[in-house]
C-alpha cells in the first residue's frame, strides 16, 4: 500500500515559488491501477517523483507498504528503487546496449549474477512479446518496442510497483492500447501494483480501477473511476469527462428537463429512453448525451426534456428507481 499524507512540494524559480503540491492525502492500494490525472502543470510529475524520492517533498510523508521513503539513507533508497521502479514518455533506454543488456542494466547494478540476469531478461522479452529482439539496438526499434523493453526493465528486480510518467504519450492509438493492455497483464499476472500519470482520459477508462484527479497541486476529486467519471463533481474532473463541455440545459417550454448519470451498472439491454416510451408513455426527448462504455458499463450522462404531461410523474418515479441512475432535475 502507498500512503502520501500531507505532501507538499514547492519549487523556488526567479518568477518566485511555485507550489507543485499541496497537502496531497492519498491512499494506493495494493493491486490498484491507479490514475493520476490532471492538465498540463498540475503537478503529476512531480507527485510521482515523490513517490520514489526521485523529488523530495518539503513536507508530509510517503509510505511504501509501511517504510517511511523520506527517512531512508542513500543505500536504502536504493534499494527501495528494485521495489518501486518507473517507466517514461521518452522510454530512456541506454542506447549504446542491445535489448538485451538494457533489461539485465538493472540487475547488474543490484549484482545479479550475469547468467542468471540474462535468463531473466530473455524471460521478460518473452512476456513482453519480444523474443527476437534481444540483440537489436533500441534505435532499431518503434515507440511501442521501445516502451515494451523499457516495461522488461523496469520488471528485471521483481517490483512490487510500477510507476507510469506519461508512458503511452508519445504512441499512436493502437500502441497505446496494446501497451496498456500489457501494463494490465502484468498488473493482473505478476500482482504489481500501477500508478498511471497521464493527461488522457480514455487511458483511466482503459484500465485504472481508481483515480485521483490533481489541479494546481491539489487533488480535487479521488475514488473509483466509474463514480468518478458518472458524476463529476469539481470543475476540473467536468472539464476532463466532458472536453466539449457539460451538456447544458435550455428550457424547453412544456417540458421538465432532467439529468440522469449512468453509475457504471446500467446493461445496454434495457436502453431507458425507449423504455420511459413503452412503459409510461413518455415521449422523451435527448438534448445531449456524453455516455460512454468503461470495462463493459455505461458511464456518463444524458440531458433528457420530459414532456410535462399527465405522464410526467409516472415517468420521473420510472427514472429513480430505474437501476444504475442519477436522477437529477434542472431548471432552463
Ligand atoms: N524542477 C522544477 N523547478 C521548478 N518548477 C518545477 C520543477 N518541476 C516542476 N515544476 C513546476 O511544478 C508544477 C507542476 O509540474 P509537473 O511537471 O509536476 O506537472 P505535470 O502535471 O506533470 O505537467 P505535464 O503534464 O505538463 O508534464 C509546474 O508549475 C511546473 O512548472
Do not use: W
Amino acid at each position: 500500500m502507498i500512503e502520501l499524507q500531507h505532501l507538499t512540494k514547492r519549487f523556488a524559480t526567479k518568477g518566485g515559488t511555485v507550489v507543485a503540491l499541496n497537502d496531497i492525502n492519498l491512499t494506493i492500494r495494493d493491486g490498484d491501477i491507479y490514475g493520476i490525472i490532471g492538465m498540463s502543470g498540475a503537478g503529476k510529475s512531480t507527485l510521482v517523483r515523490c513517490i520514489n524520492m526521485l523529488e523530495r517533498p518539503d513536507e508530509g510523508s510517503v509510505s511504501v507498504d509501511g517504510r517511511r521513503m523520506e527517512t531512508l539513507s542513500a543505500g536504502e533508497l536504493r534499494a527501495a528503487r528494485r521495489d518501486i521502479t518507473m517507466i517514461f514518455q521518452q522510454f530512456n533506454l541506454l542506447m549504446q546496449r542491445t535489448c538485451l543488456r538494457n533489461i539485465m542494466f538493472p540487475m547488474e547494478l543490484a549484482k545479479v549474477p550475469k547468467e542468471k540476469a540474462e535468463a531473466r531478461a530473455r524471460e521478460l522479452l518473452e512476456l513482453v512479446g519480444l523474443p527476437d529482439k534481444a540483440e537489436a539496438y533500441p534505435a532499431q526499434l518503434s515507440g511501442g518496442q521501445k516502451q515494451r523493453i523499457a516495461i522488461a526493465r523496469a520488471l528485471a528486480t521483481d517490483p512490487k510497483v510500477l510507476l507510469c510518467d506519461e508512458a503511452t504519450s508519445a504512441l499512436d492509438p493502437n500502441t497505446t492500447h496494446a501497451i496498456l493492455q500489457l501494463i494490465q497483464k502484468i498488473n493482473r499476472e505478476l500482482g504489481i501494483t500501477v500508478v498511471v500519470i497521464t493527461h488522457q482520459m480514455s487511458v483511466v477508462e482503459e484500465i485504472c480501477n481508481r483515480v485521483a484527479i490533481l489541479d494546481e497541486g491539489t487533488v480535487v476529486e479521488e475514488g473509483d473511476v466509474q463514480a468518478i467519471f458518472s458524476h463529476p463533481t469539481s470543475a476540473a474532473a467536468k472539464r476532463l469527462v466532458y472536453p466539449a463541455g457539460a451538456p447544458k440545459a435550455e428550457s424547453l417550454p412544456g417540458h421538465k428537463l432532467v439529468r440522469v448519470a449512468f453509475n457504471g451498472t446500467q446493461t445496454t439491454d434495457k436502453p431507458l429512453v425507449a423504455s420511459l416510451a413503452i412503459q409510461c408513455g413518455a415521449l422523451v426527448s435527448i438534448l445531449a448525451a456524453d455516455t460512454r462504455i468503461v470495462n463493459g458499463q455505461t458511464l456518463g450522462s444524458m440531458l433528457l426534456a420530459l414532456p410535462d404531461d399527465e405522464n410526467a410523474a409516472k415517468a420521473i418515479d420510472y427514472i429513480k428507481n430505474y437501476p444504475g441512475i442519477t436522477y437529477e432535475e434542472v431548471n432552463g
